[in-house]
């Protein structure tokens, strides 16, 4: 039985600034994770980085606190993408990583992801260990004034991700005569994305760069591409990049301007791989939600589709245990295992940019190896998730299932956040796609107030 957890969520722990994630939290949790790594006499220490979030400061210098007060030394970064991060903890041979960030949420949320000495975020046991520590009476086992931490800033980190980055990349290739627009989210890769870029040879064009605390994700970044589309046509550039606030995702927009999803950048970079005799596996990994014509597509170039439960750590657990190198989301957290232990917004960018170079084809063709089946996604609001298991539902679910038969498929699941079912159905009708989610959804919404009453 899974033991729900009071802090950690499927990626970190995250929530609305100042009222969830307190500076006495983050304390707390500095204190409760120092403890858990010290682990031999060696001088431990801890890289923090975040995003450009107003309570970044906050929660930074409360994690310092925390982690000086039980004896570990702390170097702190500024404003690093989360891949950046993990690849620092790594680097750096620091004990422990902790990025700052809310991902793609709006600037008055904030959260604390945590890294371990090999850049890999922690497993569902050592989290529960952290909480146990965070709600006891720590105390005593805080460090004598004598063996208390330091911390400094350290500068030279930005060139370094940079470096990692660029080297992902073939010898020689260069992006020279390519116009590129990038879209930083006024978020944590605001500096390095459009610098590596520059570095490689292309021409810059960067928005949402000028972050000011508040507007981080505002109508910019990989979630409103909008503004990306509009600079992509206005300026005739050859392909937009959309990052989001953390950078460990990635929307690429081809030259007409039209959004190219992570299901496409996994299909180009996995028969580039496939072609190159890079993947360690004949295949790569998903989540339940990546498109049916992706899962076709690589069937048919030989490649198999492994597909886990929704969250980027449930594709890497999968990862790691089977030896795959290559896996995703179509939401666009793109895990390449030879170069980062998490998503790399940037560095999957770099990939689909040198497969475009040697191709020498536009975008909107290298990146279009597939056409997507027809998907429909509703959300039911219930009062209770117990609806799913209702006779009438249960039969709706199976009639869909056998009007869609092997050319489509259902994926109905509750939302891990809210009392909401999602019903998402797929297939290559998508007139029948529609009418089998509608009467699915029908069946959840008249047992819902049944359920609520019983």
Same mark, same amino acid.
């Given at each position: 039985?899974? #033991? ?16 969830? #994630?307190? &500076?006495?939290?983050? @304390? ?48 702190? @970064?500024?404003?690093? &993408? ?19 960030? $809310?991902?793609?949420? $709006? ?51 930005? !060139? ?36 590596? @870029? ?7 064009? &960067? ?19 909008? !503004? ?144 997507? @089946? &027809? ?20 039969? $709706? ?58």
């Amino acid at each position: 039985m899974t #033991i729900a957890r009071k802090y950690f969520g499927t990626d970190g722990i995250r929530g609305r600034a100042n009222s969830a #994630i307190t &500076p006495d939290l983050a @304390l707390r949790v500095g204190q409760a994770v120092g403890l858990v790594f010290q682990r031999g006499e060696h001088r431990h220490r801890v890289v923090i980085g975040k995003d450009t979030r107003l309570s970044g400061y906050m929660i930074e210098y409360a994690m310092v606190a925390g982690f000086t007060s039980v004896g570990m030394d702390v170097l702190l @970064l500024g404003p690093m &993408p989360t891949p950046a991060v993990a690849m620092l903890t790594r680097s750096m041979r620091a004990d422990i990583g902790v990025m700052i960030s $809310a991902s793609h949420n $709006a600037y008055e949320d904030n959260g604390i992801k945590i890294f371990g000495p090999d850049g890999f975020k922690l497993s569902d046991e050592v989290e529960r260990s952290i909480e146990a520590l965070v709600d006891s009476d720590m105390s005593a086992q805080l460090s004598k004034s004598g063996d208390l931490g330091r911390a400094k800033r350290v500068d030279d980190v930005r !060139a370094r991700y940079i470096e990692a980055a660029k080297l992902t990349l073939p010898r020689h290739l260069s992006l020279d005569g390519l116009r590129i627009v990038v879209d930083c989210a006024h978020g944590a890769a605001y500096r390095v994305a459009p610098e590596a @870029l520059w570095e490689l040879g292309a021409e810059v064009i &960067p928005i949402g760069v000028d972050p000011d605390g508040m507007n981080i994700n505002r109508e910019v970044g990989s979630t409103s591409p909008e !503004a990306l589309i509009r600079k992509v046509r206005e300026t005739r550039a050859d392909i937009g990049i959309a990052l989001d606030g953390d950078a460990d995702r990635v929307l690429i927009i081809d030259e007409q301007g039209h959004p190219v999803n992570g299901d496409q950048v996994m299909a180009v970079v996995a028969q580039s791989w496939k072609e190159d005799g890079r993947l360690s596996k004949p295949g790569i990994v998903t989540t339940v939600m990546s498109n049916l014509g992706l899962e076709r597509y690589l069937a048919s170039i030989g490649l198999t589709m492994a597909r886990t439960a929704v969250g980027d750590r449930y594709v890497l657990e999968h990862m790691r245990e089977h030896g795959f190198n290559l896996g995703g989301e179509q939401s666009g957290h793109i895990i390449l295992s030879d170069f980062s232990t998490t998503g790399d917004g940037l560095v999957s960018a770099l990939q689909v940019l040198a497969v475009v170079r040697r191709r020498q084809r536009p975008v909107s063709e290298v990146c279009h190896l597939f056409e997507p @089946l &027809p998907q429909v996604l509703k959300n039911v609001r219930t009062s209770s998730r117990a609806a799913m298991e209702q006779d009438s539902v249960v039969r $709706a679910i199976a009639e869909g299932e056998r009007k869609l038969g092997k050319d489509g498929r259902l994926l109905i699941r509750p939302s891990g956040t809210e009392l909401v079912i999602r019903v998402m159905g797929e297939g290559d009708d998508l007139k029948m796609v529609e009418a089998v989610v509608d009467s699915i959804c029908a069946a959840i919404e008249g047992n819902s107030t049944k359920v609520a009453a019983e």
